[in-house]
């Protein structure tokens, strides 16, 4: 091989549709990202990154898989509020042996956020989530990035994937920097937000 570490593929892709039919304001796809999605949002993130790094909406644990057997020294903790889904993203990482890396928390992002910021944990150095948020309510979407800015450390990197430009100016007001990079290898195609506190 080329040196790398061979990751098996997550399984659940029907899991996952099901999980999209049963709730699609969690769920925001009908198929976990695809390869070219997920190289795209664990770029920023260092091989050598010994911090944490937190991943919300992680689904099937596609994006987690990856970003574990990447980032070997980094502490990565995982929160997906659809039980099943957590418990799909658990079985994938033990299919790759990962599990005893990544801590998965099954409940919401802003309950697990909002509890970090109360007991005073350091803010993390990346947040990378898969929420959708072209499926929250207005008020939800300023909570939710309001909440990921406050726990993010400054100069800290929030990455966002969404299918459509939107939310894009929301993010744009709360954090200094903003870039967008489309990735029309996805299914669908995708917008990758990189946003700098």
Same mark, same amino acid.
């Given at each position: 091989m080329n040196g790398k570490t061979a990751v098996p593929r997550p399984i659940g892709g029907l899991q996952f549709l099901w999980a999209y039919l049963l709730?699609?304001?969690?769920?925001?796809?009908?198929v976990p990202s695809g390869r070219a999605l997920v190289?795209?949002? !664990?770029?920023?993130?260092? /091989? +050598?990154?010994?911090?944490?790094?937190?991943?919300l909406g992680p689904g099937n644990g596609t994006l987690t898989v990856r970003l574990a057997?990447?980032?070997?020294n980094a502490r990565i903790v995982a929160c997906e509020?659809?039980?099943?889904l957590a418990r799909r993203t658990r079985t994938n990482l033990a299919a790759a042996?990962?599990?005893?890396?990544v801590?998965? !928390?099954?409940?919401?992002? /802003? +309950?697990?956020?909002n509890d970090r910021i109360r007991r005073g944990v350091p803010p993390a150095d990346f947040i990378i989530s898969g929420i959708p948020l072209a499926n929250l309510t207005r008020p939800d979407t300023f909570e939710l990035i309001d909440t990921i800015h406050g726990a993010?450390?400054?100069?800290?990197?929030?990455?966002?994937?969404?299918?459509?430009?939107?939310d894009r100016e929301k993010i744009k007001a709360k954090f200094w920097r903003l870039r967008t990079v489309p990735v029309?290898?996805?299914?669908p195609p995708a917008l990758v937000y990189y946003a700098w506190k």
């Open positions: 709730n699609h304001k969690q769920t925001g796809s009908v190289a795209r949002m !664990i770029r920023p993130v260092p /091989q +050598n990154y010994s911090g944490e790094i937190i991943e057997a990447k980032c070997p509020i659809n039980p099943a042996g990962l599990e005893h890396r801590e998965v !928390i099954s409940d919401s992002a /802003q +309950n697990l956020l993010l450390r400054k100069r800290g990197m929030y990455i966002q994937f969404q299918y459509a430009l939107v029309l290898l996805n299914i």
